[in-house]
């Protein structure tokens, strides 16, 4: 985050003069808006206008050669047909053949592998980056599993058959491939059928007169080993659009166009973790996290694609007609996937379903870790509460005022002169008592841990990463020095497993002086944000564990910080203990570690809107424990922006109120009694349906379907649903439709499928696959139920979710199938929506006792009018198999 508070004291040695102004400019300046000069565009990133300027197939080819079945694998050898570039460009003049690969990894997931041949003499002897950990641990044994054979042999071409019905088709010269269905031969995905495939290959000396310096503002990369970028052309074939690759703001939930006739946007959607404040609301720049993951839905099939990659990438959707306006291709979507670094580790998913392809690519980076209960209600946050008085008024404002919540946050603040794992002191004196007061009443507590340790000899994080050699070098070997919130500071260098397994031991209790069990963790600031550096993060000569440059492992940074920590909390509570940590920057595989957020938004309605197509983005690509700060992090909501976004976010699967230190403070009770009844029913919805959130998070942890839903997830073949991206599922059981704009006071609500849906208002039926104009109401948003599902809730409310855990359940039918689990909770109530008002008793089972129907209120909140069948204290427990029958 780009804050404006006044920086702390500063350790020796200092930066010059002009850096020491720029970075006090940047901390005691008011905030502004997003500064585009302050970030590279396409053009001004060599590879990326390299690669752009390509026309289709005006690279000379590769072809293949060497081609075997070899360990549960394809081999082959990629020969240069030709040189590959004039005298003058900046690519070796005697190119070396490349390696290929092609195993089947699990079901409908093939991987592609080319890098360098480094049995070649010539070739240098650093080799290309490998991301790793970020697969899981099983998955290079599994391909063994999954054979593939030779189907079909012509001269030029060779044909594969993959286990589940699929084949790979490689076509020798030019080199490309194609993914296609076995039986009727339609083609899903291929690789360089435009013949843009390009890889840049390591060098260890120069051409004369060439320069391997890339200079953006005031900073100078020096580029070591030069260029080394690859890019390459990837079609979704049956796709009517795509999806993924975050993290953009838009308020388009599909991914639009980038290049070709009739585009909007002239920029890439840009992957590339940067720490930007007050970021556009609708652009494909990137932000604080990059999962190189994209999926297409067309009404036949969905496929994905994924590149392990963690250097910049820049991605280009192109436009139908975008090589031949005069023949756009029917049912096909062609993309440009261009990096700066890395070796091609790609995977293809087949699907058919989107439900499958989230699933395959899940089934290699893992399924979402499962929260513990407290993380999934209402977290109270602010940069920063004062002091353990400001602490514990907080905590009674929100009891008062009969307002659950269950987590209050501190930012760095808190710390002692923002050295991260210390208290302040003088306005934190018993953080331990300040714990123990809010776990009384069942809540917890987050603390903020940075990575940018402060370079001060007597801090003991700082002197014991300088003695064991724990930082981040810079191009020259020393520690990098780069200036953060605490000024001159070093980072640990995550890359490295032992600095990783040191970094974890610092959450120790015995170590985090002043922690207790119910304190919990979170990481900002780990893109990483460097003030002094270039674009606001890290030099890309930086050097990191095994001689890895940071332009090579960027993007991954705030995940191997991520995961230190989490695997830190883990290890404070000797593994009994699920952790909450949360990051803002991510990459594939974070989902194993905790939740992110997306960041540092603004208070207005069009953030508001993005927030939505954003966090269903993140869930498709693994990322299910997501949200947006409520009420905007920059600016001073409007109350009725404030109090719409808390309806929205109430259905979030991260719900956070946050702000900036230079905002008023908005505690829902600062906006008047009706604003703050108007929150308190919308923090109360979200915990009556805490039970049936916490099914979806459990769901996800063994599927990975998201919480959170674009609508065509669950209704893949209605074609209004592709492109929905201001309402979403819940489940797949509600659906919910936001409000976007001051004033409102009706707003058109798309009900897909072939359902009838219950407008949750007043149990109201309506149509489903039609637009239903609905009368919007201030006190709620509209929300509806599909027919035939059920909704677990708890409707008692307490002053958090750890005191709820024994309430009894009301459900929504009685054709529920379950589980045998432990739990004495009963069932209070049983609401029926669509049968006939005639219905009078009910018979359960065991016991064969009749009770009452009564026409009742569909929910407790105030005003709600009878509309619904309630069968009330039914008396039946829970975790037990019963029956209900209607006479």
């Given at each position: 985050m780009i804050r404006t508070h006044p920086p702390a004291t500063m350790s020796p040695p200092f930066p010059p003069l002009s850096t020491l102004l720029l970075f006090s400019l940047l901390l005691t300046s008011p905030v502004s808006?997003?500064?585009?000069?302050?970030?590279?565009?396409?053009?001004?990133?060599?590879?990326?206008?390299?690669?752009?300027?390509?026309?289709?197939?005006?690279?000379?080819?590769?072809?293949?050669?060497?081609?075997?079945?070899?360990?549960?694998?394809?081999?082959?050898?990629?020969?240069?047909?030709?040189?590959?570039?004039?005298?003058?460009?900046?690519?070796?003049?005697?190119?070396?053949?490349?390696?290929?690969?092609?195993?089947?990894?699990?079901?409908g997931a093939l991987r592609l592998e080319i890098d360098e041949d480094y049995s070649d003499p010539d070739a240098p002897s650093h080799r290309r980056f490998r991301v790793p950990d970020v697969l899981l641990p099983d998955v290079d044994d599994r391909h063994k599993l999954y054979l593939p054979r030779i189907s079909s042999a012509s001269p030029g071409v060779t044909s594969f058959y993959l286990p589940y019905g699929f084949e790979a088709v490689v076509q020798h010269e030019p080199f490309q491939i194609e993914v296609r269905r076995a039986s009727n031969k339609e083609p899903i995905l291929s690789f360089n059928s435009h013949g843009l495939f390009d890889f840049e290959q390591l060098r260890t000396n120069k051409s004369d007169g060439e320069d391997w310096e890339e200079r953006f503002r005031s900073h100078t990369d020096t580029r070591p080993r030069g260029p080394q970028s690859i890019s390459f052309d990837v079609s979704f074939h049956g796709a009517d659009f795509v999806y993924g690759i975050p993290e953009h703001a838009s308020t388009s939930l599909s991914l639009r166009p980038t290049r070709g006739p009739d585009v909007d946007f002239s920029e890439p959607y840009r992957l590339f973790n940067?720490?930007?404040?007050?970021?556009?609301?609708?652009?494909?720049?990137?932000?604080?996290?990059?999962?190189?993951?994209?999926?297409?839905?067309?009404?036949?099939?969905?496929?994905?694609?994924?590149?392990?990659?963690?250097?910049?990438?820049?991605?280009?959707?192109?436009?139908?007609?975008?090589?031949?306006?005069?023949?756009?291709?029917?049912?096909?979507?062609?993309?440009?996937?261009?990096?700066?670094?890395?070796?091609?580790?790609?995977?293809?998913?087949?699907?058919?379903?989107?439900?499958?392809?989230?699933?395959?690519?899940?089934?290699?980076?893992?399924?979402?870790?499962?929260?513990?209960?407290?993380?999934?209600?209402?977290?109270?946050?602010?940069?920063?509460?004062?002091?353990?008085e400001d602490v514990d008024s907080v905590d009674a404002g929100f009891d008062s005022h009969d307002i659950p919540y269950d987590v209050l946050w501190l930012d760095i603040e808190h710390t002692d002169g923002k050295r991260y794992f210390t208290w302040d002191k003088t306005l934190f004196p018993d953080p331990v008592g300040m714990q123990k007061r809010l776990a009384a009443k069942g809540r917890h507590m987050v603390t903020i841990v940075d990575p940018h340790v402060k370079r001060d000899d007597s801090f003991f994080l700082h002197?014991?990463?300088?003695?064991?050699?724990?930082?981040?070098?810079?191009?020259?070997?020393?520690?990098?020095?780069?200036?953060?919130?605490?000024?001159?500071?070093?980072?640990?260098?995550?890359?490295?497993?032992?600095?990783?397994?040191?970094?974890?031991?610092?959450?120790?209790?015995?170590?985090?002086?002043?922690?207790?069990?119910?304190?919990?963790?979170?990481?900002?600031?780990?893109?990483?944000?460097?003030?002094?550096?270039?674009?606001?993060?890290?030099?890309?000569?930086?050097?990191?564990?095994g001689d890895v440059e940071h332009r090579e492992v960027h993007n991954a940074y705030g995940y191997y910080f991520h995961m230190a920590s989490s695997i830190g909390v883990v290890k404070r509570g000797e593994g009994k203990d699920r952790p909450f940590v949360l990051s803002r920057a991510f990459f594939a595989?974070?989902?194993?570690?905790?939740?992110?957020?997306?960041?540092?938004?603004?208070?207005?309605?069009?953030?508001?809107?993005?927030?939505?197509?954003?966090?269903?983005?993140?869930?498709?690509?693994?990322?299910?424990?997501?949200?947006?700060?409520?009420?905007?992090?920059?600016?001073?909501?409007?109350?009725?922006?404030?109090?719409?976004?808390?309806?929205?976010?109430?259905?979030?699967?991260?719900?956070?109120?946050?702000?900036?230190?230079?905002?008023?403070?908005?505690?829902?009770?600062?906006?008047?009694?009706?604003?703050?009844?108007?929150?308190?029913?919308?923090?109360?919805?979200?915990?009556?349906?805490?039970?049936?959130?916490?099914?979806?998070?459990?769901?996800?942890?063994?599927?990975?379907?998201?919480?959170?839903?674009?609508?065509?997830?669950?209704?893949?073949?209605?074609?209004?649903?592709?492109?929905?991206?201001?309402?979403?599922?819940?489940?797949?059981?509600?659906?919910?439709?936001?409000?976007?704009?001051?004033?409102?006071?009706?707003?058109?609500?798309?009900?897909?499928?072939?359902?009838?849906?219950?407008y949750l208002r007043n149990g109201v039926t309506y149509a489903g696959g039609r637009s239903h104009k609905m009368e919007v109401f201030e006190d709620g948003i509209p929300t509806f139920q599909k027919a035939g599902t059920i909704i677990p809730r708890k409707d008692r409310f307490r002053r958090s979710s750890t005191q709820m855990v024994n309430d009894p359940y009301t459900l929504g039918r009685t054709n529920l199938s379950k589980k045998k689990f432990s739990s004495e909770c009963l069932i209070e109530r049983v609401i029926l929506l669509g049968l006939s008002a005639n219905a009078k008793k009910a018979v359960i089972e065991p016991g064969n006792h009749e009770v009452d129907i009564e026409l009742g209120p569909l929910s407790l909140r105030a005003g709600s009018s009878p509309v619904a069948l309630t069968i009330r204290k039914p008396n039946v427990h829970v975790a037990d198999d019963w029956t209900i029958s209607i006479l």
């Open positions: 808006a997003w500064k585009k000069e302050e970030f590279r565009d396409c053009n001004q990133t060599p590879f990326c206008k390299r690669a752009r300027t390509r026309a289709p197939h005006s690279i000379p080819s590769l072809s293949v050669s060497s081609l075997s079945l070899s360990d549960g694998a394809v081999s082959a050898r990629l020969l240069p047909s030709q040189l590959l570039q004039s005298p003058t460009d900046s690519t070796p003049a005697s190119p070396r053949a490349l390696t290929l690969r092609l195993s089947v990894y699990t079901p940067l720490d930007v404040f007050e970021y556009l609301h609708d652009s494909p720049f990137g932000l604080y996290g990059s999962i190189p993951f994209m999926l297409s839905h067309g009404t036949k099939s969905s496929s994905g694609f994924f590149w392990l990659n963690a250097a910049e990438m820049q991605i280009d959707v192109l436009a139908p007609g975008w090589d031949d306006p005069a023949n756009p291709s029917p049912n096909r979507i062609d993309t440009l996937w261009m990096a700066e670094a890395g070796v091609v580790d790609a995977f293809f998913f087949v699907g058919p379903e989107t439900k499958d392809v989230v699933g395959q690519y899940l089934s290699l980076t893992g399924t979402p870790a499962m929260p513990q209960h407290f993380a999934v209600g209402y977290h109270q946050c602010r940069w920063n509460y004062r002091d353990e002197k014991e990463a300088t003695e064991k050699g724990y930082y981040v070098k810079d191009a020259s070997g020393r520690d990098f020095d780069g200036w953060c919130w605490p000024g001159s500071s070093s980072y640990p260098d995550m890359l490295n497993p032992e600095i990783r397994e040191w970094w974890s031991e610092k959450f120790l209790f015995e170590n985090y002086k002043g922690s207790t069990p119910s304190l919990y963790i979170w990481n900002d600031m780990n893109e990483p944000s460097v003030f002094n550096g270039p674009e606001v993060t890290m030099p890309r000569d930086a050097v990191h564990y595989g974070t989902q194993r570690y905790g939740a992110i957020w997306t960041g540092d938004n603004s208070a207005d309605w069009d953030h508001l809107r993005a927030s939505v197509p954003m966090i269903l983005t993140l869930g498709l690509t693994g990322m299910t424990f997501s949200g947006a700060d409520v009420g905007g992090f920059f600016g001073n909501p409007e109350p009725e922006l404030l109090v719409r976004w808390y309806q929205l976010g109430a259905f979030y699967p991260f719900f956070r109120g946050h702000a900036h230190l230079d905002t008023k403070r908005r505690e829902p009770w600062l906006f008047g009694e009706k604003n703050t009844a108007l929150i308190r029913e919308a923090v109360h919805v979200r915990y009556s349906l805490l039970p049936y959130f916490y099914t979806l998070f459990r769901e996800a942890s063994t599927s990975g379907l998201p919480i959170m839903r674009p609508l065509w997830l669950e209704f893949p073949q209605d074609k209004e649903t592709f492109n929905n991206g201001e309402a979403f599922m819940v489940g797949p059981a509600l659906l919910v439709q936001g409000i976007y704009q001051a004033g409102e006071k009706s707003v058109s609500v798309y009900l897909p499928g072939t359902e009838s849906w219950y």
